[in-house]
């Protein structure tokens, strides 16, 4: 029987999962909220705000959808899987307690420390004082976290002292009564990806990837949510994924268990890959973005029965296909991304898409009938080949045919894959 689904979210990450999810023989009517241009040339976009969450249930009752897919953690952490299974509606994604791998770094780095998962060294503070006698005592390089969801912009990597009480400085300035910050070792290796789907029980490795998250070439200039991205991580060898399972994964998973909130929905773990192994810089809760657009390009297996498995059964026995050629993403961002952007600026009619090459849509709005930039990062130029120079060179032949002027991009993505 067709399914029908419900997919939230309205960025690059989704416009990739609603493309595969359009792909599957299984999928009934796909619907997407709010979507974006991009999505809609593959799914029902509808005017549904997912912080409303008795509007959600409303909407999956009157059109019998048989899977939600959450793309973004907000709605995660904010609880909207465990309303929609409260409700008896079938949801890919964490319970708000599951999401707090995300939600809270010391939820995660208390974990860390009771299951023995590789992590760098930390101490959680609630006052400002004493966090700077600790990073006093400590010396520099070290680094600052607040807690709490933070669009990739909580993290200070600090290389003296002064930088680091600054940051915890600016944690508390805004004098709430329940900021805490994370005070954390200065790991230093290269840095991969590793996505896992999740049933609750098992853990199954789902691809690997490498992001970039400096907006500028040479991986200079402020973080951003992601520049860019390649799949598979050249770092993350068999060997390597197995130890990343075996030191990591797992041991969270039955942490997760044992504490009664079972993690369905995908875990993506930021690792760095150290001199003693493999150490856990964060969990995010949900497809990266933009490494959901390089796995949804190799995935070969039907994505939709695979999400419904995960939200619903047992992963045990079910096995992805993968494509062995390599994917590449290039971010379109707004001039001025991170900080502040222009809306509305005009996208000239976007290039034809060759095999294996797809622009996938980011924050784009349709103005008029016209597509206008309407948000940060914009727009993906996403292509895959046999290997990754030509992967590389099809993605930024993309991007040179996109007539976009106010938009930029790095002019490096995947380099350190191609040597
Ligand atoms: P996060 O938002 O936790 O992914 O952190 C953003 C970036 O900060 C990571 O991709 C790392 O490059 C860096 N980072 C975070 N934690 C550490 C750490 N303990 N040591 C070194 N770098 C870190
Ligand atoms: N690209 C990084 C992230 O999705 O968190």
Redesign the pocket.
Same mark, same amino acid.
């Given at each position: 029987m067709a399914l029908d689904v419900l997919l939230i979210g309205s960025g690059g990450r989704e416009h990739a999962l609603a493309w595969k999810l359009r792909q599957s023989p299984e999928l009934g009517r796909l619907f997407a909220a709010p979507g974006n241009p991009g999505i809609a040339s593959v799914a029902d976009c509808v005017a549904l705000d997912p912080a409303d969450q008795s509007a959600v249930v409303a909407f999956c009752r009157e059109n019998a959808i048989g899977l939600v897919v959450v793309g973004p953690e907000v709605p995660l952490v904010a609880g909207l899987a465990d309303t929609l299974r409260d409700a008896g509606v079938a949801v890919f994604g964490p319970s708000a307690a599951a999401a707090q791998l995300e939600g809270s770094k010391g939820f995660t780095k208390d974990l860390c420390a009771r299951k023995s998962i590789p992590t760098?060294r930390y101490r959680r503070f609630k006052d400002a004082a004493e966090a700077k006698a600790y990073i006093e005592a400590e010396g520099a390089p070290i680094?600052v *976290?607040a807690d709490g969801l933070a669009a990739?912009k909580?993290?200070t990597?600090a290389a003296t002292v002064e930088e680091a009480t600054r940051a915890v400085a600016d944690c508390f300035a805004g004098g709430e009564a329940d900021v805490e910050v994370v005070v $954390? $070792?200065?790991?230093?290796g290269p $840095?991969a990806s590793l996505f896992c789907l999740c049933d609750g029980d098992m853990a199954l490795p789902f691809g690997t990837a490498e992001d970039h *998250?400096r907006a500028y070439d040479g991986d200079r200039g402020p973080?951003t949510g992601g520049m860019g991205a390649y799949s598979p991580s050249g770092l993350m060898t068999p060997e390597m994924t197995e130890r990343a399972m075996r030191e990591i994964v797992r041991p969270t998973l039955e942490g997760m268990r044992e504490m009664g909130t079972p993690f369905r929905g995908v875990l993506y773990a930021?690792l760095?890959l150290t001199a003693y192994g493999p150490k856990l810089? $964060?969990y995010n809760v949900r497809f990266g973005d933009p490494e959901a657009q390089v796995l949804m390009m190799r995935l070969e297996s039907d994505l939709l029965p695979i999400l419904h498995t995960a939200a619903t059964g047992s992963l045990s026995g079910v096995e992805p296909r993968w494509s062995p050629d390599p994917a590449v993403t290039v971010v379109l961002a707004a001039n001025g991304y991170p900080g502040a952007v222009t809306k509305g600026t005009p996208i000239g009619a976007l290039p034809a898409e060759g095999e294996g090459e797809i622009v996938f849509h980011a924050g784009t709005a349709l103005r008029d009938g016209a597509l206008v930039a309407n948000g940060g990062r914009v727009l993906n130029a996403t292509a895959r080949d046999a290997d990754v120079k030509r992967a590389i060179a099809k993605a930024y032949a993309l991007v040179d045919r996109i007539d976009w002027p106010d938009g930029f991009c790095r002019r490096d993505i995947a380099h350190r894959a191609a040597g």
């Open positions: 760098a680094v *976290k990739g909580g993290v990597v $954390e $070792e200065c790991m230093t $840095e *998250k973080n930021g760095m810089i $964060e």
